[in-house]
């Protein structure tokens, strides 16, 4: 899931999970008593995305469900875990739920992972695999919480509030999730990394 794109000739998979974000986002909206304008103004997408995305016509990428996701004050993984999560403390590697809707061996794209079992509790952890030209710049993100992150293998490079810290293999961060920050991978080789959130809230 790349860009925002009809999806009317989508498999019935892809249409009915589709769908399903759309309505989840349309539901919480109106919970919180928010108009599709308000929700625009606040994220930032134009209202016609906004729109085609409840109704399941679009096929928004990761960082257009992240923008929502802000919008809503909501984790990003609430728009495609079920109300019925596993009980089981274990995440086992093939069972990973995929937060960016995309395969494990797609080529140029990044990788979102979810590490906990569910998001009933206080922490969110991912594992992010971000190819080479990965960059998050344009939306950066800001929210409550805090960060901690650490780089298995690869280069990554974090900017807080612009200022850039570049973390290689072994090396991690912990940030104010308040303090604006960005990701880029501006290396040759591809960055694995555990990110944790706590609590869970984009």
């Known amino acids: 899931m790349t860009n925002e794109s009809i999806t009317a000739s989508s498999p019935a998979g892809t249409s009915a999970l589709l769908a399903t974000v759309g309505n989840k986002v349309r539901t919480m909206r109106k919970d919180k008593g928010m108009t599709l304008s308000r929700l625009s103004e606040i994220t930032g997408l134009s209202p016609a995305i906004v729109s085609q995305i409840e109704r399941g016509l679009a096929n928004p990428s990761f960082t257009t469900l992240a923008q ?3 919008g ?9 875990l079920g109300q019925e999560e596993t009980r089981s403390p274990v995440v086992r590697k093939s069972e990973r739920r995929n937060l960016k ?3 494990k061996k797609s080529v140029g794209e990044a990788v979102y992972e979810l590490l906990t079992p569910d998001l009933n509790g206080a922490l969110e952890a991912q594992w992010i695999v971000s190819p080479p030209g990965h960059d998050t710049s344009a939306t950066p993100f800001r929210h409550s919480g805090e960060e901690f992150g650490i780089i298995l293998s690869g280069k990554k490079d974090v900017y807080l509030d612009g200022e850039c810290y570049t973390l290689e293999a072994g090396d991690s961060i912990t ?3 308040d303090t604006p920050h960005w990701y880029k991978n501006s290396y040759e080789e591809v960055c694995v990394a555990i990110w944790v959130n706590a609590p869970h809230v984009w």
Not at 74 to 80: E, S
Request: zero cysteines.
């Open 175 to 177: 940030f104010s999730s």
């Open 68 to 70: 929502l996701a802000h």
């Open 72 to 80: 809503l004050d909501i984790p990003v993984g609430k728009f495609f």
């Open 101 to 103: 809707g995309v395969t």
